[in-house]
């Protein structure tokens, strides 16, 4: 994991590096909800187990009084086609072409930089997260198979580098992250690459109004 933390180290160093004392206009204590998606794609030993399906993601984008630092909570909804490797002793039968689940909350924090419209920018953080896998219950007697789950938690670790590009009063952003389960899956480590896309919206002025109503501005 080491060389993972110095990664996105290396990459907020250098976006810090070359940032300028301009302004970013998603960079004025302002807060943004980011709405995209896209897909997971499992990486190494993973893929014997997962196959991507469409998935999606969720989260705020807060811009912090220290510029160009950001924090950046979220959820990811992480669907995949799931092949049962490893015999489970509750059932009889494996289970091929199922559907797993993962839902990640990720309390990830990082900076950006701007360049004219465009923004880069680099982030990382902890998270914990529940992932939910298929299992076939066959009943002979009554031909018929049920499809059951079952689930864990697990601590996660993310990192991901992205841009949006302004477009009137809203971002279109893509972003790309790499996410590791601490606890294994068909004891196989868990590494997902994913890839979204979607709309960055500004809804500072709902969060000013809110802070008021409630007497906390």
């Known amino acids: 994991m080491l060389k993972h933390y110095l990664l996105i180290s290396s990459l907020l160093t250098m976006i810090d590096a070359a940032a300028q004392s301009k302004t970013d206009s998603t960079d004025q204590r302002k807060v943004f909800v980011t709405s995209g998606m896209g897909w997971g794609f499992a990486l190494g030993e993973t893929k014997e187990v997962l196959r991507a399906k469409f998935s999606n993601t969720l989260g705020l984008d807060i811009s912090l009084a220290k510029r160009p630092y950001f924090i950046y909570p979220s959820l990811d909804f992480l669907t995949f086609r799931y092949d049962q490797q490893v015999p489970d002793p509750d059932y009889a039968y494996d289970l091929e072409k199922g559907r797993s689940n993962f839902y990640i909350l990720n309390l990830a924090g990082g900076m950006r930089k701007r360049f004219g419209k465009l923004n ?88 000013d109004n809110v802070a008021r109503v409630i007497g906390i501005e």
């Open 120 to 207: 880069a920018h680099a982030y990382g953080g902890p998270g914990a997260g529940v992932v939910i896998q298929p299992r076939a219950m066959v009943s002979p007697a009554e031909h018929k198979v049920t499809i059951e789950s079952t689930s864990h938690l697990t601590p996660t670790f993310r990192l991901g580098v992205g841009a949006d590009y302004r477009i009137g009063g809203f971002f279109l952003f893509v972003e790309a992250g790499w996410l590791h389960n601490f606890r294994q899956i068909q004891q196989r480590s868990v590494n997902v690459m994913s890839l979204y896309g979607g709309l960055k919206t500004d809804v500072t002025k709902l969060k």
